[in-house]
């Protein structure tokens, strides 16, 4: 993505900054720094200054109250947070699969010819806009649900609480094939660096040891590449937990919790989404703006973690 | 040579099956864009015309109206955004890489990169808390405001390892001429790195065209030309939004038309950036 040349060589501070240009140069160059930390350290402060109404008001129980209920002011986080959990998981599960597998073909196993234009169709997929993603899955794919995937589960696991109730077509497992198609491209593109990286000695000594091509690509390359690619899935499941409009427009926005993946919910980005505008009182808004915090917080500590394992492999940058 | 062992056999069977299953995945994620592209450029494309891109929306009923304010406002908003994020991420990306060592840079780096894993949602909270409620109405500069924290990661981390990756012997040069820090590092160690740098506010463009969460309670959109960014302005991305969830099919078609806009700035865009990184890693190599 970006050219990582000479990354060895760090720019060595050759000269003092001791006249006047220079100096003022170095003071401009320190406040832009600072202001660009101010922002981000700005963010948190805000979100949490915006959530303490609701801190204060509702505590630490916030997150395991189930009643979402603006006329009464109750508010609990858990149907959003379920919402939200099962949505990232449906989503990563699919996702995580056919990425790896995507991934070992384009590293082992694509001549030139294909690996080259797969990996080009597969990494725009990412440049897709949400809101495209949104509209094409809920005139498209959640019609499909509903007709098609979704009888077809319910014949077969229907017996299964997962799988049973009425199909509206939104819902859970509508917004988990989305966010999957979302993030397949990180988990593909970062995998596949990843495989890449690692030694061709590895390979040769399976190979030379007559292994099938099949063989070194799945017991050794990839229990090698495995941090790495774990971290991949990470850094995807980080995006999936904070997608909000492609989510919000196919998982049919109900504050409930309930075992069908064929039901609608909510999740934590799409209920600010489409409420936040509409929440007339501060306690509300206030609720919302927790909810904010609550997805900052666990983006912060899903990133921080993939990238410590993706560097852990790949080295940094 | 004899014939191979039932278990050699079972093992290449194995292997093909292997293959033709990475194959498969390959082809999802890869069909997976081509189906959606198709979609949209097949439901869209048909709905694109003259007055599309230049009226303004029509009242629910009645036919016709386009998304020109739309495109004015995501011009206008990106345009904005980029004015104020480009001097931002360039200082902090000098910053990193010529005073790059410690624990104040490492920090950066790390708030940096925590800063792109935030979800745009939050990102828009914050635009909402800083600019909205306090002046007690929507703008379009809450939206640039937003826009600009979500190109912020990329430009810094961009700008930081396109000026390391410019030679040190060229700096050395410049400084050894008689040039002050300052002068060696705008005018020749920036102009080296400046395709990459420009790549790098491409995609960050893309990235915050298509961009709709933060837009939500910033922008808020309009239904009128507004130029002004101190008002609530249409975006296109919202308009598809609200559009696609809308019950009337005639705004459902203005929707996919929409989408295909922004499909085609996004893609015109990414694949601009690519083409400009390839010039520019011919030109190094050469």
Redesign the interface.
């Known amino acids: 993505m970006?050219?990582?040349?000479?990354?060895d060589?760090?720019?060595?501070?050759?000269?003092r900054?001791v006249?006047p240009?220079?100096r003022?140069?170095?003071a401009?160059?320190?406040?832009?720094?600072f202001?660009?930390?101010l922002?981000?350290?700005?963010?948190f402060v805000?979100?949490v200054?915006?959530s303490w109404p609701s801190i204060v008001a509702f505590g630490p129980s916030f997150i395991w109250k189930s009643s979402w209920d603006p006329i009464t002011s109750k508010f609990g986080a858990l149907p959003m947070i379920y919402g939200t959990v099962v949505t990232s998981f449906i989503g990563i599960a699919l996702a995580g699969?056919?990425?790896i597998?995507?991934a070992?073909?384009?590293a082992d196993?694509?001549p030139r010819w294909l690996a080259a234009?797969?990996s080009f169709?597969?990494e725009?997929?990412a440049?897709?806009?949400?809101?495209?993603?949104?509209?094409?899955g809920?005139?498209?794919l959640s019609p499909f649900v509903r007709t098609a995937i979704g009888p077809l589960l319910q014949k077969v696991l229907g017996w299964t609480p997962l799988f049973s109730g009425p199909i509206y077509g939104v819902g859970l497992l509508t917004a988990g094939i989305i966010l999957a198609?979302m993030i397949?491209?990180t988990v593909?593109a970062i995998s596949r660096d990843v495989i890449a990286a690692i030694p061709r000695d590895l390979r040769e000594a399976s190979m030379a040891l007559g292994s099938?091509?099949?063989?070194m690509?799945?017991r050794v390359v990839l229990p090698a590449a495995k941090v790495g690619i774990f971290g991949a899935c990470i850094?995807a499941l980080?995006?999936a937990?904070?997608?909000?409009?492609a989510v919000t427009?196919v998982i049919g926005n109900r504050p409930e919790i309930s075992a069908s993946l064929f039901a609608p919910s909510y999740t934590l980005?799409s209920v600010?989404?489409n409420e936040?505008?509409e929440a007339t009182t501060s306690i509300y808004i206030s609720a919302l703006?927790e909810l904010?915090?609550i997805?900052?917080v666990v983006?912060?500590i899903?990133?921080?973690l993939a990238?410590l394992m993706i560097w852990s492999v790949r080295g940094s940058? | 040579m004899s014939a191979p062992s039932g278990n050699l056999r079972r093992?290449?069977a194995?292997?093909?099956l292997?293959?033709m299953?990475?194959?498969?995945?390959?082809?999802?994620?890869?069909g997976?864009?081509?189906v959606?592209?198709g979609?949209?450029v097949v439901?869209g494309v048909g709905a694109v015309n003259w007055a599309f891109l230049t009226q303004l929306p029509h009242p629910v009923g009645i036919e016709g109206g386009g998304v020109g304010n739309g495109i004015l406002g995501t011009i206008i908003i990106i345009g904005l955004a980029t004015i104020m994020a480009v001097?931002?991420?360039?200082?902090?990306g000098?910053?990193?890489?010529?005073?790059?060592?410690g624990p104040i840079p490492e920090?950066?780096r790390?708030?940096?990169?925590?800063?792109?894993?935030?979800?745009?949602?939050?990102?828009g909270?914050?635009a909402?808390?800083?600019l909205v409620a306090p002046l007690k109405h929507f703008s379009a500069f809450s939206a640039s405001f937003a826009f600009m924290?979500l190109m912020?990661p990329l430009l810094?981390?961009?700008s930081e390892?396109?000026?390391?990756?410019v030679?040190?012997t060229v700096?050395?040069g410049a400084?050894a001429l008689g040039m002050?820090?300052?002068?060696a590092?705008?005018h020749i160690v920036l102009p080296t790195a400046r395709p990459?740098i420009i790549?790098?506010l491409l995609l960050a463009i893309?990235r915050v065209?298509?961009?709709?969460?933060p837009l939500?309670?910033t922008a808020?959109g309009s239904q009128f030309w507004e130029k002004n960014p101190n008002n609530p302005m249409a975006v296109l991305?919202l308009q598809?939004?609200t559009y696609?969830?809308s019950p009337y099919p005639n705004w459902?078609a203005q929707?996919?038309a929409g989408?295909f806009l922004?499909?085609l700035a996004?893609?015109v865009l990414?694949l601009g950036a690519r083409w400009m990184?390839r010039n520019?890693?011919r030109g190094?190599e050469t």
């Open positions: 970006t050219p990582s040349t000479g990354s060589g760090a720019f060595r501070r050759v000269a900054f006249s240009v220079d003022g140069f170095a401009i160059v320190y406040g832009g720094s202001l660009f930390a922002l981000i350290v700005g963010l805000e979100l200054l915006g699969f056919v990425g597998m995507a070992v073909f384009l196993f694509a234009p797969l169709l597969i725009l997929l440049a897709v806009p949400s809101v495209v993603y949104g509209l094409w809920l005139f498209v198609l397949v491209p593909t099938t091509k099949w063989e690509a799945t850094l980080g995006r937990l904070g997608e909000t409009i427009m980005a600010i989404a936040f505008t703006i904010g915090l997805l900052f983006s912060v899903v990133n921080a990238r940058t | 093992r290449r194995f292997a093909w292997g293959t299953l990475a194959l498969a995945c390959a082809a999802i994620a890869a997976a864009l081509l959606i592209l979609y949209v439901q001097p931002l991420g360039l200082l902090t000098i910053y990193l890489a010529l005073f790059g060592r920090a950066l790390f708030l940096s990169d925590v800063l792109s894993g935030v979800p745009s949602i939050a990102i909270l914050f909402y808390a800083v924290m912020l810094v981390r961009t390892q396109a000026i390391r990756s030679p040190q700096r050395e400084l002050s820090n300052y002068r590092t705008v990459a790549t790098a893309a065209t298509g961009e709709t969460a939500l309670f808020f991305a598809v939004f696609a969830i459902q929707a996919w989408a922004l499909i996004v893609l990414s990184l520019a890693m190094l």
